[in-house]
């Protein structure tokens, strides 16, 4: 299916949800709030109900579930999650992180704020890659 931007997601792909959505259904029908930065893995891809209509399921952790995206609006609030920048991630945790300080990353974006922002998402491990005077500079 076609998400956010014209990116392509599949069955088993990660995708993260880039704005609140609080009209979502989950897979038994009831409401639910999605917000911005969580991250989840498509689990359906579906033709229904005729006349070209598309259902995608995307499993989210506890407590939201399985959640449905019904209409082109909602898909494009998915984008995919194969890599998330600072920002995006700092809705959700991951296992490890892997922080670039290399030479093409802006100096304003060198600060402590930021690299702890991105190391603290880790919840087993991170790890930092660049010289390092670009990380003494954060």
């Known amino acids: 299916v076609t998400v956010a ?6 069955v088993g792909d990660k ?9 979502l259904r989950d897979d038994l029908g009831r409401a639910v709030d999605v917000m911005n930065g969580e991250v989840g893995w498509v689990t359906r891809s579906a033709a229904y109900g005729g006349a070209g209509r598309q259902v ?37 945790g991951v296992p490890y992180a892997f922080v670039v300080l290399g030479p093409d990353v802006p100096e304003a974006l060198l600060r402590r704020e930021v690299v702890y922002t991105a190391a603290s998402r880790a919840r087993e491990g991170c790890a930092i890659f660049g010289a390092e005077a670009r990380l003494a500079r954060a």
């Not at 931007?5 to 599949?10: E, F, N």
């Not at 995708?15 to 009209?23: G, R």
Request: include cysteine; charged fraction near 20%; hydrophobic fraction near 40%.
């Open 5 to 10: 931007r014209g990116a392509r997601v599949w």
């Open 15 to 23: 995708v993260v949800q880039t704005e609140n959505d609080y009209a």
């Open 56 to 92: 995608v399921e995307v499993r989210f952790p506890l407590p939201t579930g399985v959640v449905r995206y019904e209409t082109p609006e909602q898909w494009g609030r998915l984008a995919p999650a194969y890599a998330l920048s600072v920002h995006r991630a700092q809705g959700c």
